[in-house]
Nanobody
Framework: QVQLVESGGGLVQAGGSLRLSCATS????????MGWYRQAPGKQRELVAT???????NYADSVKGRFTISRDNGKNTVYLQMNSLKPEDTAVYFC?????????WGQGTEVTVSS
């Protein structure tokens, strides 16, 4: 069982910023693709961003230019820096760790953006 510990959610006004963090073990972090997904009320879960062990990134079109995913190899932590937040970014954000077979999910952290 992969353990993922998320933090950093909260309430922010539109236009503001938040940074989400997700920590895991070194053995996972060194080989897994790490990512963030989100699920807004009444909507399906959707991809936000991913970063491979080699540092390649991928973003949903809706967050390109506003969100940045990054890895800190020394801390075995992945971050999601969210800038220029919009009310439609309101959701529960989930950290993921994926290999070729299985994806593990964190417990989720809530982000609320007020207008």
């Amino acid at each position: 069982q992969v353990q993922l510990v998320e933090s950093g959610g909260g309430l922010v006004q539109a236009g503001g910023s938040l940074r989400l963090s997700c920590a895991t073990s070194r053995s996972v972090f060194s080989v897994y693709t790490m990512g963030w997904y989100r699920q807004a009320p009444g909507k399906q879960r959707e991809l936000v961003a991913t970063v491979t062990s080699g540092g390649s990134t991928n973003y949903a079109d809706s967050v390109k230019g506003r969100f940045t995913i990054s890895r800190d190899n020394g801390k075995n932590t992945v971050y999601l820096q969210m800038n220029s937040l919009k009310p439609e970014d309101t959701a529960v954000y989930f950290c993921t760790a994926a290999d070729s077979v299985f994806t593990s999910w964190g417990q989720g952290t809530e982000v609320t953006v007020s207008s």
